[in-house]
């Protein structure tokens, strides 16, 4: 039983494209990340979302607590962006992660 | 600042070898953890510590041990390694409660033979 599931598990865009990553979970939670993973497979926070929606420079995330829903959405894609994009959720006292969603944006 | 840093970044062993991972953080922070990270699976948590001198038990802690002596340190010990151990480890650390953003050490790829 995965509590986090992610979609798509691949992803190729051309360059510029308008990129939405979903993840939806199945527990109740306090805060939900968006992670990056690079191809030399470093992990960095992106985002920590409890409600509502934030934006970071070309990227924003959502959340719709009700709906167990968030996205992640990249705005004029960039190759650079190619990367694995996960999901985690924090509820009773432990996160669970997706498997992620696998990025390749072409020049 | 480093952040997180963790040595060594690769290793081979023959089953039945021991070796330690070492986990360093200049962040001050309480929190740290453990996981593995293996192919078609999300990152799971091995064993994690609350602060100094304090370690729990995760999702898959079987064949591992830790310690936490030092707060800016956490090591994690594999006693006899078996090829099941064979995966990418990182190590994280965040600065208080666990809801709270994690910080990624680079991770350490293991090969047990």
């Known amino acids: 039983k995965n509590e986090v599931e992610q979609s798509p598990q691949n992803l190729t865009a051309q360059e510029g494209e308008f990129i939405t990553i979903n993840c939806s979970y199945s527990v109740g939670i306090s805060a939900l990340h968006w992670l990056q993973q690079h191809p030399g497979g470093g992990i960095v926070s992106l985002f920590m979302?409890?409600?509502g929606k934030k934006k970071h420079g070309r990227l924003i995330a959502t959340i719709n607590i009700q709906e167990k829903h968030s996205s992640l959405h990249i705005t004029a894609s960039h190759p650079r962006d190619s990367a694995v994009y996960i999901c985690?959720?924090?509820?009773?006292?432990?996160?669970?992660f997706g498997t992620g969603t696998s990025l390749t944006v072409i020049p | 600042n480093a952040g997180v840093t963790q040595t060594p970044k690769f290793r081979v062993l023959k089953t039945g070898q021991s070796m330690t991972l070492l986990c360093a953080q200049d962040m001050n922070h309480e929190y740290m953890y453990w996981y593995r990270q293996d192919p078609g699976m999300g990152l799971r948590l091995i064993h994690y510590s609350v602060g100094e001198g304090t370690t729990a038990k995760g999702e898959v802690p079987d064949g591992y041990n830790v310690s936490r002596l030092k707060k800016q340190n956490f090591l994690l010990g594999l006693e006899s390694a078996a090829p099941s151990q064979t995966s990418v480890y990182f190590c994280?650390?965040?600065?208080?409660?666990?809801?709270?953003?994690?910080?990624f050490g680079p991770g350490t790829r293991l090969l047990v033979l």
């Open positions: 979302l409890s409600s």
């Open positions: 985690a959720v924090y509820s009773g006292n432990q996160f669970y």
């Open positions: 994280a650390s965040s600065y208080s409660t666990r809801g709270q953003t994690q910080y």
